[in-house]
Protein backbone atom coordinates (compact mmCIF):
# COMPACT_ATOMS: atom_id res chain seq x y z
CA UNK A 1 0.00 0.00 0.00
CA UNK A 2 3.03 2.47 0.31
CA UNK A 3 3.24 2.55 -3.19
CA UNK A 4 0.36 4.68 -3.87
CA UNK A 5 2.05 7.38 -1.31
CA UNK A 6 5.49 7.16 -3.02
CA UNK A 7 3.11 7.96 -6.45
CA UNK A 8 1.38 10.40 -4.88
CA UNK A 9 4.69 12.29 -3.70
CA UNK A 10 6.14 11.84 -7.30
CA UNK A 11 3.23 13.36 -9.14
CA UNK A 12 3.06 15.83 -6.55
CA UNK A 13 7.00 16.58 -7.23
CA UNK A 14 6.33 16.77 -10.60
CA UNK A 15 3.49 19.85 -10.50
CA UNK A 16 5.30 21.18 -7.89
CA UNK A 17 3.67 20.85 -4.79
CA UNK A 18 3.17 18.67 -1.61
CA UNK A 19 0.66 16.79 -0.41
CA UNK A 20 -0.52 17.27 3.25
CA UNK A 21 -1.83 14.83 5.08
CA UNK A 22 -3.87 15.20 8.31
CA UNK A 23 -4.18 12.37 11.39
CA UNK A 24 -7.09 12.05 13.89
CA UNK A 25 -6.94 9.27 16.26
CA UNK A 26 -10.35 7.71 17.90
CA UNK A 27 -11.03 5.09 20.10
CA UNK A 28 -9.58 3.83 23.77
CA UNK A 29 -5.80 3.75 23.99
CA UNK A 30 -6.01 0.02 23.40
CA UNK A 31 -8.43 0.07 20.24
CA UNK A 32 -7.18 3.12 17.98
CA UNK A 33 -8.47 3.87 15.19
CA UNK A 34 -6.60 6.82 12.46
CA UNK A 35 -8.50 8.54 9.74
CA UNK A 36 -6.07 10.67 7.66
CA UNK A 37 -7.14 13.48 5.39
CA UNK A 38 -4.81 14.83 2.47
CA UNK A 39 -4.84 17.88 0.27
CA UNK A 40 -2.78 19.33 -2.70
CA UNK A 41 -2.93 23.15 -3.42
CA UNK A 42 -4.86 23.38 -6.32
CA UNK A 43 -7.59 20.66 -5.87
CA UNK A 44 -10.65 20.81 -4.23
CA UNK A 45 -11.01 17.17 -2.70
CA UNK A 46 -9.77 15.99 0.04
CA UNK A 47 -8.52 11.99 -0.24
CA UNK A 48 -9.98 10.31 3.28
CA UNK A 49 -8.53 7.01 4.83
CA UNK A 50 -9.31 4.89 8.54
CA UNK A 51 -7.00 2.04 9.58
CA UNK A 52 -6.02 0.88 13.10
CA UNK A 53 -2.54 2.15 11.97
CA UNK A 54 -1.36 5.63 10.79
CA UNK A 55 0.74 4.32 7.91
CA UNK A 56 -2.57 2.34 6.39
CA UNK A 57 -4.56 5.33 7.02
CA UNK A 58 -2.34 7.90 5.11
CA UNK A 59 -1.86 4.75 1.95
CA UNK A 60 -5.56 4.98 1.95
CA UNK A 61 -5.99 8.35 1.85
CA UNK A 62 -3.57 8.31 -0.51
CA UNK A 63 -5.13 5.90 -2.46
CA UNK A 64 -8.30 7.61 -2.58
CA UNK A 65 -7.08 10.65 -3.95
CA UNK A 66 -4.94 9.14 -6.17
CA UNK A 67 -8.68 7.42 -7.79
CA UNK A 68 -10.00 10.98 -7.46
CA UNK A 69 -7.09 12.25 -9.85
CA UNK A 70 -7.83 8.94 -12.53
CA UNK A 71 -11.53 9.95 -12.44
CA UNK A 72 -10.68 13.10 -13.52
CA UNK A 73 -8.32 12.40 -16.09
CA UNK A 74 -5.32 13.87 -14.37
CA UNK A 75 -3.10 10.34 -14.12
CA UNK A 76 -3.86 7.61 -16.22
CA UNK A 77 -5.04 4.41 -14.62
CA UNK A 78 -2.36 2.34 -15.91
CA UNK A 79 0.36 4.70 -14.29
CA UNK A 80 -1.10 3.87 -10.50
CA UNK A 81 0.21 1.27 -8.75
CA UNK A 82 -1.70 -1.96 -8.01
CA UNK A 83 -3.11 -2.44 -5.06
CA UNK A 84 -0.79 -5.09 -3.18
CA UNK A 85 -2.15 -7.55 -0.63
CA UNK A 86 0.14 -8.60 1.76
CA UNK A 87 0.25 -12.83 2.34
CA UNK A 88 -2.89 -13.65 4.45
CA UNK A 89 -4.10 -9.77 4.91
CA UNK A 90 -7.00 -10.86 2.41
CA UNK A 91 -8.54 -13.01 -0.35
CA UNK A 92 -6.33 -14.47 -2.78
CA UNK A 93 -5.79 -12.71 -6.44
CA UNK A 94 -7.12 -15.08 -9.23
CA UNK A 95 -4.07 -16.39 -11.28
CA UNK A 96 -4.47 -15.65 -14.90
CA UNK A 97 -7.54 -14.90 -15.90
CA UNK A 98 -10.05 -14.13 -13.14
CA UNK A 99 -11.78 -11.12 -12.81
CA UNK A 100 -9.88 -8.06 -12.36
CA UNK A 101 -11.11 -5.06 -10.60
CA UNK A 102 -9.41 -1.70 -11.01
CA UNK A 103 -6.64 -2.36 -8.08
CA UNK A 104 -5.28 -4.99 -9.41
CA UNK A 105 -7.72 -7.61 -7.02
CA UNK A 106 -10.78 -9.70 -7.66
CA UNK A 107 -13.94 -8.23 -8.81
CA UNK A 108 -16.66 -8.59 -5.76
CA UNK A 109 -19.45 -11.29 -6.59
CA UNK A 110 -21.72 -8.60 -6.83
CA UNK A 111 -19.87 -6.46 -9.34
CA UNK A 112 -19.05 -9.70 -11.66
CA UNK A 113 -21.88 -9.71 -13.64
CA UNK A 114 -21.55 -12.89 -16.22
CA UNK A 115 -19.61 -15.94 -14.85
CA UNK A 116 -16.45 -17.49 -15.98
CA UNK A 117 -17.68 -20.49 -17.82
CA UNK A 118 -20.63 -19.64 -20.16
CA UNK A 119 -22.38 -16.21 -20.68
CA UNK A 120 -25.18 -16.12 -19.55
CA UNK A 121 -25.91 -13.01 -17.05
CA UNK A 122 -25.67 -13.92 -13.71
CA UNK A 123 -28.79 -13.88 -10.77
CA UNK A 124 -32.01 -13.79 -11.11
CA UNK A 125 -34.74 -15.97 -9.15
CA UNK A 126 -33.50 -18.91 -7.68
CA UNK A 127 -29.50 -18.38 -8.63
CA UNK A 128 -27.67 -18.01 -5.80
CA UNK A 129 -25.29 -15.72 -7.80
CA UNK A 130 -22.00 -18.18 -7.69
CA UNK A 131 -21.47 -19.93 -11.17
CA UNK A 132 -25.21 -20.88 -11.36
CA UNK A 133 -26.14 -22.87 -8.88
CA UNK A 134 -29.75 -22.95 -7.67
CA UNK A 135 -31.97 -23.08 -4.53
CA UNK A 136 -35.23 -24.09 -3.90
CA UNK A 137 -36.85 -21.26 -1.87
CA UNK A 138 -38.19 -22.75 1.59
CA UNK A 139 -37.49 -26.07 0.91
CA UNK A 140 -36.72 -26.97 4.33
CA UNK A 141 -40.05 -25.37 5.54
CA UNK A 142 -41.87 -27.58 1.97
CA UNK A 143 -40.02 -30.40 3.79
CA UNK A 144 -41.51 -29.58 7.52
CA UNK A 145 -45.46 -29.51 6.31
CA UNK A 146 -45.33 -32.28 4.24
CA UNK A 147 -44.05 -34.33 7.58
CA UNK A 148 -46.29 -32.36 9.47
CA UNK A 149 -49.11 -33.30 7.12
CA UNK A 150 -48.73 -36.67 6.89
CA UNK A 151 -50.24 -38.93 9.66
CA UNK A 152 -47.21 -40.47 11.65
CA UNK A 153 -47.74 -43.75 13.82
CA UNK A 154 -47.37 -43.24 17.59
CA UNK A 155 -46.54 -45.86 19.70
CA UNK A 156 -47.13 -45.53 23.52
CA UNK A 157 -46.02 -48.51 25.86
Same mark, same amino acid.
Given at each position: ??? =?? +?? *?? /???? &? ?11 ? !?????? &????? =?? =?? !????? !?????? %?? &?? /? ?10 ? *?? @?? $???? %????? /?????? #?? #?????? #? ?7 ? #? ?6 ? *???? $? +? ?6 ? $?? %? $????? %??? @?? /? +? ?5 ? &? @? ?9
Amino acid at each position: MGD =VK +NF *LY /AWCG &KKKVTPNYEIRTA !GNKNRQ &KFSCE =VR =VD !GYNYI !GMGNST %SK &KD /AQSNAARDFVNY *LV @RT $GDVK %SEEVP /AFVVGE #GD #GPPVPA #GGGFVGPSG #GPLPPHIA *LKSE $G +NERPMGGP $GS %S $GYGGA %SWD @RG /A +NLKEYYN &K @RESPEEHTSE
